[in-house]
């Protein structure tokens, strides 16, 4: 036996409510030249009906997909989960929907997911970078014809907006609290060193360590605790172990609390440690962890703003327009104070 439809098609719509297609048409797509009556009609037809647009339909006719992409490296990191919710909310303010893909900051998958996307017709993108150097990713961004934000790292040599956080700042005022605090061995732990935002929190640990006529510390072999362990107790072994420890990133900033308390290492007593970017157990943890807090929530809720400007300019003009904000837009980082650098007493 054939299955029937029983979804309400536009026609049965314009009938129950004694007008045209048409004007159910321009009821759909916002009302423009329907008289408020007439629209109030319309609508509770089709809340009644339980009508609901053929999306793919429109998408054929040029209509919006009302689908936004958001290519980030991982959905387990706080940090850009918290972007895509604050990107999600105003998504869904604008009628939209956030749809997210995964790269692990691998510029294969990176390129994989986003011509996914452009095949599926979003309307636009928000994007962090895997490489911000990428001249594939920079060719093909040029090439598309919607708007594009990046978060977190900027796209090199192009016009693309993008919404980051003063990491160069916020590592120079993490590196002056800790000399502040008297510290003169101060290792600059991370790894991923090619990415944009650890090469500028490491320019800002190093502008800050040689205008204090300190020397610069550097280990770049943080992929995993495994790792993180091994450097630290390579670093505790030597001849000039560190006093104070700034890590560049909230996991890196995890892996060495654990592997510091493995080894029965009182913090800040024996050593010091201040991690860039916080998390959630950051404060609770004894002793509690002291760090360069950034503007996370806002870094989305403002891409995702400028997306949908660029959205609604194109809108008006009927084609894709230049973007206004086409410019870097960097927010202010915070330095949290608690135990482990030293500032507040411990609590037996």
Known sequence: MAKTNTHPTLSQVARKAGVGTTTVSRVINGGDRVSPKTLAHVRRVIETLGYMPNQAARTLKGHRTKTIGLVIPSIADPFFSSCAEAAQAVARANDSLLIVTVTANDPRN???????????????????????????????????????VAIDRPVGNSSIASVVADNLKGAMTATQHLIDHGYKRIVCLTGESTLYTIRERMTGYRKAIEAAHLPPIFDTSVTDYRSAEYAIKGLLDGPNPPDAIFALKNSTTIYAFEALQKFNIAMPQAIALLGFDDFELASTVRPSISVIQQPVEEIGRRAAEILFEQLFDEHRTGSPVPSKQARQIKLKTRLIQRSSCGCIPLIN
């Open 110 to 148: 990176e390129l994989d997911n986003l011509n996914v996307l452009i095949r599926h017709r979003v309307d636009g993108l928000i994007i962090v970078p895997a490489d911000s150097h990428s001249h594939a990713l920079r060719d093909l961004l040029n090439r598309v014809a919607m708007p594009v």
